[in-house]
């Protein structure tokens, strides 16, 4: 299963409330069939609603390939196309949520309309907010504990300024200890408790080719480069596009003042579709959340992926927390399994040897 299938089941409330305004009559479809869609998740109303003309844009892969399976065109609109409507999944997170408004703001076309649909307990009164300090005018409705709320403005109502500061809070900024990350990432403006604890029990001889999996914005990968100089490359990969770019810069500056040759590579992937490549080591502090529910059907999945990618003596260090059931899986697919270090919640384990 890929992890588009772990979170097929989740019922996705906001979703099914972006599209009351048009049962409802409130608003109406473009008559040209052009509709741009920023962070679209794929449902069944989706599918009864959207038409040729729809551009879907998800930077989250597997919900990425989820929508081109739904037979939905997936991709970014060119810099200055705009569009008559386009709908809107804010996130959670406000720098996020505020730089996406101004986004679809800038896509929108001469009396278009943006529309948006948040959760009630993820910030929705403050995300109509935002949206009528940037737009002017705002509309809303509820529906299924969520917030639809929209603009249609002129030209005269964007606050252009404040158009223009929102834009520029996704782009990649300073955090702590010269790490770099932008807004909504896991754990974006600090270092990951969990992964900090596995970068301090790294074994200093790892070596060869190593691989990160779900690397975030490149935390635990630059530790690899900066604890273990026997690590000859190292391979990110990470499902979250808006990742990637933070994750070139914190690996150029461990490759420069590690001050010896490596190679480093950024891949926008899957992991629980499998990896293409052969490793000696793996690291990884795997998702195991959906919403605020554990999932740790997704970290076993990572677990099965990196088995399956390791020589036969290759090792696996991951981090987790302490509850989680992973044991039974690491002793079915290693030979050795042994739990490094638990703490503040915490646990590390190391596994060697895949099992035929």
Known sequence: MTAAGFFAAAPDAALAALFVPFESAELQLPADGRVLFLRARAGMRLREMAQPGWLCEQGFMPFADELARNGLRVGEPAAG???PLVLVLPPRQR??????????????????TVLASMPNAEGAKSGEADLARLAGAVQHQSKHKCRVFWSTPDAADIDQALLTEWLALDAPRAIVDGYVSRPGLFAWDRIDRASALLAAHLPGDLHGRVADLGAGYGYLASQVIARCPEVSAIDLYEAEARALEPARINLARAKHECGRELGVAVYWHDVTRGLAQRYDAIVSNPPFHQGRADLPELGRAFITSAAEALE?????????????PYEAILTARFRDVRTLVTQEGFKVIEAVGVRG
């Open 312 to 324: 036969p003596d290759g090792r696996l260090l991951i981090v987790a927390n302490r509850h989680l």
């Open 95 to 112: 720098d996020e949520a505020r730089a996406l408004f101004a986004r679809a703001l800038l896509h929108t076309a001469p009396g278009g």
């Open 81 to 83: 196309e705009v569009f």
